[in-house]
């Protein structure tokens, strides 16, 4: 017979309070959820926060970072939001279905996330209209631009099923630090200014004037990369490539009607713009952006890659019988600006939706990623294009910062650098790393002398450097190569690139596969 067990009220009581103790001693132990901060970040913090993550792993990926640091980041720049949308239950897919903006399901989804917007932001700005709330003209993209002010909205955002990010545009770290010194009109002009004709070049030492006259920069000798004598099989004829970036100049004619001239004939240039212009409260405003170069960085990435072999004594670009599209995407190198970054996602869903493009050549970028650009690369990439960007070339704010950056670090761009003449020595401001899959000379240990090319004007070369000149120049490669075996995929020509490499037998942790002997893998076997 079982015996039943009693507690006198004083036990009980003393056995009711020694669970309470224990469940309050475990409640210490245990991690208690902390409210998400209200207080905007400092400029300095964000950008602390922001060189921690990017010294850490490498990259910065606004879509991971709190609520509370993407709304300090719109409070300390310009208040644009990128929203990418989805169907409620679609959470987790990688790529976007063909048109996904056009579909019903997306196009209703789209709306739902406005009229959430709207309420949140509404709650401070009761008069605020869904016309104020637009920044850009829509793309091919699912995506909403907006202009937010509230940390409800962040937060309202992160949780619904039907956002796949919200992200910040206009933010970068050196750019609010830059200004906070007073030298923002320094930052803003990253990688302007200097596209003049350079003086004192030597005939023999520093170029190889050609039969018609023109000028080979050192740099297409045929002990770095064989350019010189790729050029007896295949000059570029029939391949178009895109260079996105600050457009090209309107006053260097080679650019213009002489881009045909010498021995670089039948082929076609486009000067085309998509950069969106400036705007408050949505509305665009100041006449409307043009392709023309008024960095002149553009303009020399232009030339390095497909200026014409012409008769009047300018630099020759390495495919110079390639067709050419220059697009002005941004106003400057450094993507520090809303509206540079949607010109660049603008620009590469324009180049994905021409059929006649082949290679596509970025030397611009940034140290925060950004979302709608990677689904505008992976869109031209899914539409077989071949895409060359800059691993990163530093200016003197962004000094100790060596990795590669975006979007040369997304996987579906070959990253490229620059190394000095000794084969051995990434070049004084280039940037290098495992996502680096090629290496261009482009540097003198001499004299420190860059790669010629187009200045903004006339016949006389300029020079450029940096991890910028060694993409430009490894598109042009890239266009012989496609031009010689125009029917292979984007696959087959990479394989015949690496098997031309220098490293092709171990691809180096910070150099890749290294350089390519242009002349080589016109004839080498694609891997």
Known sequence: MMRS?????????????????????????????????????????????????????????????????????????????????????????????ADARLLPRWEAARQQVLDLILAEERKTQPD???????????????????????????????????????????????????AARGTAST??????????????????????????GSKSSW??????????????????????LVVIDTGSSDAQENLGSPFNQGLSSGRTVERLVTLPRNSIFGIPYGSAETPNDGCGHGTSMAGAAAAPR????????????????????AEDVFLDASREVQGVANAFLLAANRADVRIISMSMGRLTS?????????????????????AGTSFDWSAGWVGVIYPASLTEAVAVTGVKDDLATRCDECHVGSDVEF??????????????????????????????????????????????????TRTQIMGRLVAASSNRAARSSSFGWGRVNVAAALGAQPL
Not at 42 to 65: F, H, M, P, V
């Open 370 to 390: 950004s979302s709608q650009m990677t689904e505008a690369i992976r869109y031209a990439y899914g539409k077989g294009k071949l895409i060359f960007c800059a």
């Open 187 to 212: 930052l803003s002009s990253s990688g302007c200014g200097s596209n003049t004709a350079t003086a004192g070049l030597l005939e023999g030492a520093d170029y190889t004037v050609l039969s018609n």
């Open 439 to 488: 290496t261009v000379v482009m540097q003198r240990r001499s004299n420190n002398l860059r790669a010629l090319t187009l200045a903004q004007s006339g016949d006389a070369p300029s020079t450029v450097g940096g991890s910028s000149v060694a993409t430009a120049s490894m598109a042009g490669m890239a266009a012989l190569v496609w031009a010689q075996y125009p029917n292979e």
């Open 5 to 97: 067990l009693t507690l006198a009220p004083a036990a009980l009581v003393a056995l009711l309070l020694t669970g309470c103790q224990h469940e309050a001693d475990q409640a210490r132990l245990e991690p208690q959820p902390t409210a998400e901060p209200t207080t905007a970040l400092t400029s300095q913090q964000l950008d602390n926060e922001i060189w921690t993550q990017l010294r850490k792993t490498g990259s910065y990926n606004w879509n991971q970072a709190p609520a509370n640091v993407v709304w300090s980041a719109l409070l300390r720049s310009d208040h644009v939001l990128s929203v990418g949308y989805q169907p409620l239950g679609r959470e987790g897919a990688h790529s976007l279905p």
């Open 310 to 329: 012409g008769t009047d004594g300018n630099a020759v670009g390495v495919a110079y019988n390639a067709n050419l599209i220059t697009i002005r995407a």
């Open 219 to 240: 740099h297409q000798a045929d002990q770095y990369h064989g350019i010189r004598s790729a050029w007896s099989q295949s000059t570029g004829s029939g391949i178009k």
């Open 128 to 178: 605020l209209t869904l016309e104020k709330l637009l920044v850009f003209e829509p793309n091919a993209l699912p995506v909403v631009t907006v202009r937010v002010q509230e940390l409800g909205t962040i937060r309202r955002l992160r949780a619904s099923g039907l956002v796949r990010y919200a992200e910040p545009m206009g933010y970068e770290p050196g750019s609010t630090r830059a």
